[in-house]
């Protein structure tokens, strides 16, 4: 998990950072931070609801001391379903994201070689005359 972390936050940075409008490439950063707090308090507060479920309408919960008594194969099936409904909801975002290009770059670079190839016609229809 702490190799999975390392690899994921670089990357979360730089998306954050590389998709934020101008105005907000600071406070990008920050969010990514956020987001591995939220993630934190919502996998406590998944841990700790599913705990007092399962206490309350069965014999048993899925958490005991006693290892041998618990039930951690229906709580990582469970994980494993919000897992996979992550992965469903993961699919349909990101194939109706639009990735934001540099667009300040971009006009910058367009506008170059319009005048580039504006210059260079220019020159060979003198050429030409």
């Not at 934190?40 to 309350?56: D, G, Q, R």
């Not at 048993?60 to 897992?83: P, Q, R, S, T």
């Not at 469903?88 to 990101?94: A, E, Y």
């Amino acid at each position: 998990m702490g190799i999975a972390e390392a690899l994921l936050e670089g990357a979360k940075i730089e998306y954050f950072y590389d998709q934020a409008p101008e105005s907000m490439k600071s406070i990008g950063t920050s969010y990514s931070l956020t987001t591995t707090g939220v993630g934190s308090f919502l996998s406590s507060s998944l841990l700790t609801t599913v705990a007092h479920i399962t206490e309350k309408h069965s014999h048993k919960g899925w958490f005991l001391n006693n290892l041998n008594a618990c039930h951690l194969d229906y709580y990582y099936a469970f994980l494993a379903i919000l897992n996979i409904l992550n992965f469903i909801f993961f699919m349909i975002v990101s194939k109706n994201y639009v990735y934001r290009a540099e667009v300040s770059d971009s006009l910058q670079v367009l506008e170059t070689e319009l005048k580039e190839r504006t210059t260079a016609l220019s020159v060979i229809t003198d050429i030409r005359r």
